[in-house]
Each structure stands twice: as structure tokens, then as C-alpha cells.
């Protein structure tokens, strides 16, 4: 017994050393969900170059990734990480803490997010305070702050359909909620008199008014998985939801999206930046790993292709908005330059 | 008289008793009943969904071209090319010239367009075509090449292929080649291989389980390797050996409890002990087995543990009686009339396993993941991660896709219950 034990130990010893010991190859990139689509779709074409492993890419969600990436320096922590907003300066701080001094910032392009709805209802044309109008937890009325009374579309505005308000979308832990919750929000809070009052006198309470959004059934948290709200807006026309781009453009048969200000959510208009509701997405490269494992620069030159992020390229395809040319090629030589944050 | 009418009353009586009683049966039958037909129905549910759905991703449309391997195009020495030269040819240029051969009159803009009927991907076949036979170059040969995903769904009926329709992903010009094509008899549906030999990939028409496959088989190796010896040693000692005192209650009680914690505590303890202290690989197998053996750990337990306690104490006795020692009785009596509980319960902790996703989240096996792994040490997927990461993938193709890996999931499940009840209905023994 006591020789099998001893056995057993040096076993796991060797195995757990032979794997801390062992150098890695291969790029391990963590992080933001929405981003992952992209990270992976380069990630595969870099490794079908056949010069390079393909690197591995954890869909870990923003903040996540954040932590993983500023856990440390050396073979055992993730060279990249995805997000779909820009890195907080805690988390720089965080990350200056455990060692990762020097972080390369690379802005992929942008993705927009779409209320979109089933295409056998009518198409609907929202302004972003009657979106907040309908979404909000506590909404003004008559210089005041009252729970949401509203049950229809045409009680925010005749011309809107009279319809039941039901929007299925992302819960608190997802990106696309922050991003909603600011580019819709937080834009139309301040566009009503009484919530820019409150945000000179109390800006915690105009913050709670702003990114809370209702509880009463009219906005339905559905989780995650965007396909499911896909799903669910195929079988009910009369709801909505709230996604990325890229669920609509892979689903034109079926959904058709809001136009927010009088912008309908195409192609073109997010990538010109018509279309109001869009964010950029960006991944984060730690300089310390650049040269210790085999591939990032190449990676880097992959991703910041024209052939990858161009007008015409494969990550076009799958759903990303380019940025503009002359952004595009600063970032480039920016991110091949590897040109440390500075904040 | 008198008797005689208390007889009848309480005849009377037992018989409407009896009326009751039986009316309570037929009740008690027919909420039985009714529970099993709503079991069965979701049950049919979920199987008429998971089957109408995913049956389709079973074949792949292919587009059949006339490809010239011309050196030119592929830019390799026409007279004799190194293999090195091949395995790096510009197969995708020789795959354009052939669609631009099969619709010659379109041009420009709209050629980008045409290419986008054949996979991204279908270069890898044609490179191991010439590779084998390298006196293909320089000629000719029709090819049944894998087409895009977007004419895959197309042709399965998954999106319209009505031209003019808004929100089509394929254009009308795109519609109108494939009409054409299909006119020419170019088009044909195979049995899609490449789900069943291939890693992830982020073109649905490209990805296949395989990597996830081989995930499974390495970490639940590493599962049933550390699991099954630990686990029959614990129920030996605890059910044979071990006094019956306030420690071993204590014990029975915290193992019964650690059955009943989600699974998703597992993952969070193997990334603070295999990952952060031990330094072992993020997203390995060799991991997930060892979290995956902890999950499954308590079932073998509680399952060898009531396998051993339905074996007659007069087998132990008359084992002892003969002269035996406490061991041997184990291991010469108990452990084999034991057994095929023992393995039963093993196979569904294995089976229960197979379906996690939650823990390997915290040890980084949920990840894109191309190559196949050659080790339990290698980056790798599982089955159900695999399910999970589809189902969240944004292209339609991915859609039959998920189904199908639900089907071949569900296909080891089953394999692995019905292997269990195999071994329970020919070992068991009664008495």
C-alpha cells in the first residue's frame, strides 16, 4: 500500500512538472464572446498556414478574460485576451500588480447591436428615448420618476404599433447588455430634463435610473445564447430582442432590425458609423510573450491583414464591422510596431 | 332474519369498500401511466426536434468541377515539383480557375461572389489528390468538391432559395449559378465525412467532432483510471474493514453529500489544486479527467458500497469459517459477486461524466480548439463543450450541426446505459 502511494505521488509529481516545465507552442488567447467569432476565425487561418500551431481561444467573457490575462507573465497565463470594450483602468492596474507591465491595445473593428424583430411583423422605427422610453426600469413622467407605465409601443408614441412591449435580451453579465445600457441608455437618459437634473445633483441615482432596466415582463433577460433569442423571435412576432450584428446578418430570412434614429442596422451604416448603436471591439496583446511563444507577431500580422479585417475580408464574412481605412492601416502599424498602452 | 340482513348490510358494505378500493387502484394506474406518457412525450419531443433538425448535417452538398491542375496557377515546377512545393501550391487559385471555367462569362466584382460557392477549405482534398498521384499535373479531372455553407443550407431547404427575397444570404446571382450547376447534374448531396475526421472549425461546413471525440475518450480514460481503483478501495475498506463509529458515519454522510454538489464546485477545486498548485496544462484532458473522476467519485462509492451489502453475510462467514483471512474473503468472495453492481454504477458515473460542460469552463476546455489532440496533455475539447459552442456560433450551417453532435452524444450515452444493463442482466445474481 504504502508503496503504490509513494508511487502514485511520484507519478503526479512528474506529470505536473513535466507540464509546468514544458514551454509552450501554442498562443492561448481568453476572453470576450462576441470577439471569439473573430479571434477564431483568424486563428484557424493562421494555423492552416501550417507554419504555426492554431492557437487555442477560450470564450471566457470580457471581464473574465481581464483576469486571467493580468494574472501573470510566463508559459501558464494567455498571451492574448478579447473584449468587447476597452480595458479598465483597474484592470490595467491590476495587471501592472502581477507583472504585465506592457499591454498592446488592437482595435479589431466594431459590431453593432440590433433590436430586431420577427419579419412577419411590421418594421418599426424607434428613436433611442422612446427606446428608453420602454426599456427603463423608472421612466419621467411629469417631472418625476415613476415605475414604467407604459404596456403598448403606442403609448410612448401613437405612430408606433399598438402592440404589447416585449423585448427579449442579454443578461448583466454580458458585454452586449454594458454596451446597450451605454450607447442606448445612458444617451437617451440625458435627453430627458429631469434626468439631467438629477445627473448635476446625484450622479449615483441618475446612473441606477439609467442602466436599470425593467423587471415587470416587458424586458425578458434570455440568457446568453443569441441563437435562442433567434429562435424565440422566429415563433413570436410581436417580440423583440437585442443582439449583435452578426445573429442578423446570418439571419436576414427570418429577422429584420429596428431602425434606431432613422438608421436602419445594415452593413454600411454601421461601418460608416450611421448607425448609432455601435462599439468597438478590441484584443489585448501581452508584449512580455511576444518572442517567448512561437507566433504572436505572426498572428498579429494575420489579424491586421487587409485579407482578414479589410472591406472584403474573411472576417466581413463573418459578421464584423471594418474600421475605416485610414484607421485601419494607423492601427496596423501601431499593433506590428507593438506599441505599449499607455494610461 | 336478523342475522341473515347484518350478512347482506355488510356485504353491502365490503362490497362498496371493495368498489372503492379498486376505483383508488385504477386511479393510482392511471396517474402512473400518465406520468410515464408525459415522460415519453418530451422524451419524443426532444427527439423529433434534435432528429428533424440535425438528420441533414449527415450529408454535405458538393459541387462537381473540372479542375486542371495546371503548374502555372499552382506555382510549382511543371516538370518535377518537390513534394514540398506541393503540400504549399496555390490549390485555391486552381479551384477559382475552375469555376470561372464553368461560368465564363462572369467577371469582376461579381467573380468574388462565384468563388463563394466552394468551401474555403476544399483546397485540402485537391492538395491531397496530387500529393498521392503526382502525375495529375498538368491535367484534367472532375472533382466533387465540398461546397460553402451557405449553399449547403440552400440546397438542404434550411433557407429560401427564392431569388429576390430580402435577407436571402446568397444573392440572386449566386442562386442562379447554383440553379445551373444543379441543371448540369453538379451538384449532389454526400455523406459528410468531414463532421466524423476533422477538429472545430469556425466554417460549419469544415468542422467536425473528431478533436472532441478524442477529448472525451482521453479525459474519461484518465476518469475511469484514477476513479475505479479509488473508488472500489473506498467502498471496500468502508463496507469490510471499517469500524462502524461517529468517523465512518461522518464520512457516509459528507460522500452522499458530495454526490449532490453541482458540478460546476468541481471545476472551480481543480482550478485551484491542478492548475494553480500542481501547474498542470490549461484546457488538457489529463484535467478534465481528474476533475471529471472527482464528480464521478461519490456514485462509484455509493454504488460498490450497496453492491457489496447485497451480498449474503453467509458467504463471508462460510469464507472465514474455512479458514480464510479478511481479504481474501474480499477479494476471493465479495469483489467478484460484487462486481457487476460495482461496474453498472462505475459505467453510469462514466456516462454522467461524458455530459458535463460546467466544470471544464473553470479548467479552459471550453476553447476553440483545431488540432486533434495526440495526448491526454495536448489542448483539447469534449463532446458536450463542443454542443455548447456550436449552439452559440452565429452561422446558420452550425445550427443541424449542433444537432448532430447532440445525436452522437447521445449515441455514446445510450451505448454506455445499454452496456450496463447488459452486464447487470448477464452477471447478476440472486438470492
Keep these: 500500500m504504502k508503496k503504490s502511494l509513494a508511487v502514485a505521488a511520484v507519478a503526479l509529481a512528474t506529470v505536473s512538472f513535466a507540464g509546468a516545465a514544458q514551454a509552450r507552442d501554442q498562443i492561448r488567447v481568453v476572453g470576450s464572446s462576441t470577439v471569439y467569432p473573430f479571434t477564431t476565425a483568424v486563428a484557424e487561418q493562421f494555423g492552416k ?20 490575462f493580468c494574472a501573470g507573465v510566463g508559459p501558464d497565463h494567455p498571451d492574448l485576451t478579447n473584449a468587447s470594450r476597452a480595458i479598465k483602468k483597474s484592470e490595467v492596474e491590476a495587471c501592472g500588480k502581477n507583472g504585465v507591465a506592457e499591454i498592446v491595445e488592437m482595435k479589431v473593428g466594431y459590431d453593432g447591436i440590433v433590436l430586431a424583430s420577427s419579419k412577419k411583423a411590421k418594421h418599426i422605427d424607434l428613436t433611442r428615448p422612446q427606446m428608453f422610453l420602454a426599456l427603463a426600469k423608472e421612466v419621467p413622467v411629469n417631472g418625476k420618476l415613476v415605475e414604467n407605465p407604459y404596456t403598448t409601443w403606442n403609448q410612448i408614441d401613437p405612430k408606433l404599433p399598438n402592440q404589447k412591449i416585449e423585448v427579449l435580451g442579454p443578461p448583466p453579465t ?20 429631469e434626468l439631467k437634473e438629477l445627473k448635476k445633483t446625484d450622479e449615483k441615482a441618475f446612473k441606477k ?9 416587458a424586458f425578458v ?12 423571435l422566429d415563433a413570436n412576432p410581436a417580440a423583440f430582442g437585442i443582439f449583435g450584428y452578426s445573429y442578423l446578418d446570418q439571419n436576414g430570412d427570418k429577422l429584420q432590425g429596428a431602425m434606431v434614429d432613422g438608421v436602419a442596422p445594415t452593413f454600411d451604416a454601421i461601418a460608416s458609423s450611421k448607425y448609432p448603436v455601435s462599439r468597438p471591439l478590441f484584443v489585448y496583446v501581452k508584449k512580455a510573450h511576444v518572442g517567448q511563444i512561437p507566433g504572436i507577431k505572426e498572428y498579429l500580422a494575420e489579424y491586421t491583414s487587409e485579407k ?7 472576417l466581413a464574412d463573418k459578421g464584423l464591422i471594418p474600421m475605416p481605412d485610414s484607421e485601419r492601416k494607423e492601427q496596423a502599424a501601431k499593433v506590428n510596431a507593438l506599441e505599449a498602452l499607455k494610461m | 332474519m ?11 358494505a365490503v362490497a362498496k369498500r371493495l368498489k372503492k378500493r379498486y376505483a383508488a387502484e385504477r386511479r393510482f394506474k392511471a396517474l402512473g401511466f400518465g406520468a410515464i406518457a408525459l415522460a415519453l412525450g418530451f422524451l419524443a419531443i426532444l427527439l423529433v426536434t434534435i432528429l428533424s433538425n440535425g438528420l441533414t448535417a449527415f450529408v454535405q452538398t458538393h459541387v462537381r468541377l473540372d479542375v486542371t491542375f495546371d503548374a502555372e496557377t499552382l506555382g510549382v515546377d511543371p516538370v518535377k515539383p518537390s513534394s514540398d512545393a506541393l503540400a504549399s501550391a496555390n490549390y485555391g487559385g486552381v479551384i477559382k480557375n475552375a469555376l470561372g471555367k464553368a461560368f465564363p462569362d462572369v467577371s469582376g466584382g461579381q467573380r468574388r461572389q462565384l468563388y463563394k460557392l466552394v468551401s474555403t477549405g476544399a483546397d485540402l482534398p485537391l492538395r491531397d489528390m496530387l500529393m498521392a498521384n503526382p502525375g495529375l499535373l498538368g491535367t484534367t479531372t472532375s472533382v466533387w468538391l465540398t461546397a460553402g455553407a451557405d449553399v449547403d443550407m440552400a440546397m438542404k431547404g434550411h433557407v429560401g432559395r427564392e431569388p429576390g427575397v430580402e435577407g436571402n444570404r446568397l444573392t440572386d446571382a449566386q442562386l442562379g449559378w447554383l440553379a445551373d450547376l444543379e441543371k448540369r447534374g453538379a451538384v449532389s448531396k454526400k455523406f459528410n465525412t468531414t463532421l466524423f475526421t476533422t477538429g472545430d472549425s469556425r466554417e460549419p461546413e469544415q468542422a467536425g467532432l473528431w478533436g472532441a471525440v478524442v477529448g472525451s475518450f482521453f479525459s474519461l480514460s484518465i476518469t475511469l483510471l484514477v476513479c475505479f481503483p479509488l473508488g472500489v478501495a473506498t467502498s471496500v475498506y468502508l463496507e469490510e474493514f471499517a469500524p462502524k463509529n461517529k468517523w465512518t458515519d461522518l464520512i457516509e454522510v459528507n460522500i452522499n453529500n458530495l454526490a449532490a454538489v453541482p458540478s ?6 481543480g482550478l485551484a489544486i491542478f492548475l494553480n498548485f500542481f501547474g498542470m496544462p490549461r484546457s488538457a484532458p489529463l484535467v478534465g479527467g481528474l476533475v471529471l473522476a472527482l464528480i464521478s467519485l461519490p456514485t462509484i462509492i455509493i454504488a460498490g458500497r450497496a453492491a457489496m451489502k447485497a451480498v449474503p453475510p453467509s458467504i463471508r462467514e462460510a469464507a472465514l469459517g474455512l479458514g480464510a483471512s479478511k481479504l481474501q474473503m474480499v477479494t476471493d468472495h465479495v469483489l467478484p459477486l460484487s462486481m457487476p453492481g460495482i461496474l453498472t454504477g462505475t459505467i453510469l458515473g462514466m456516462a454522467h461524466a461524458l455530459g458535463e460542460t460546467a466544470p471544464l ?9 483545431v488540432d486533434i489532440p495526440a495526448s491526454p496533455m495536448d489542448p483539447s475539447a469534449v463532446l458536450p463543450v463542443q454542443v455548447y459552442l456550436w449552439a452559440d456560433s452565429p452561422e446558420r450551417a452550425f445550427v443541424e450541426r449542433t444537432s448532430a453532435a447532440i445525436m452522437v452524444l447521445l449515441f455514446f450515452l445510450a451505448m454506455m446505459n445499454l452496456a450496463a444493463i447488459m452486464l447487470r442482466k448477464k452477471f447478476e445474481r440472486r438470492w
Design chain 1, 209 to 217: 435610473a439609467f442602466s436599470s432596466l425593467r423587471e415587470d415582463g
Design chain 1, 49 to 68: 498556414a501550417g507554419k504555426f500551431k492554431t492557437p487555442v481561444v477560450e470564450s471566457t467573457g470580457t471581464g473574465g478574460g481581464f483576469k486571467l
Design chain 2, 264 to 269: 460546476v464546485v468541481f471545476g472551480l477545486l
Design chain 2, 361 to 369: 469552463l473553470m479548467i479552459g476546455m471550453v476553447a476553440f480548439i
Design chain 1, 221 to 232: 433577460e434570455a440568457g446568453e445564447n443569441d441563437n435562442l433569442i433567434v429562435q424565440k
Design chain 1, 308 to 314: 482578414a479585417w479589410g472591406k472584403t475580408g474573411y
Design chain 2, 2 to 12: 336478523e342475522n341473515a340482513a347484518t350478512v347482506v348490510a355488510s356485504s353491502d
Design chain 1, 174 to 193: 454580458s458585454g452586449t447588455r454594458d454596451a446597450f445600457i451605454e450607447l442606448v441608455m445612458e444617451h437617451a437618459a440625458e435627453s430627458f430634463p
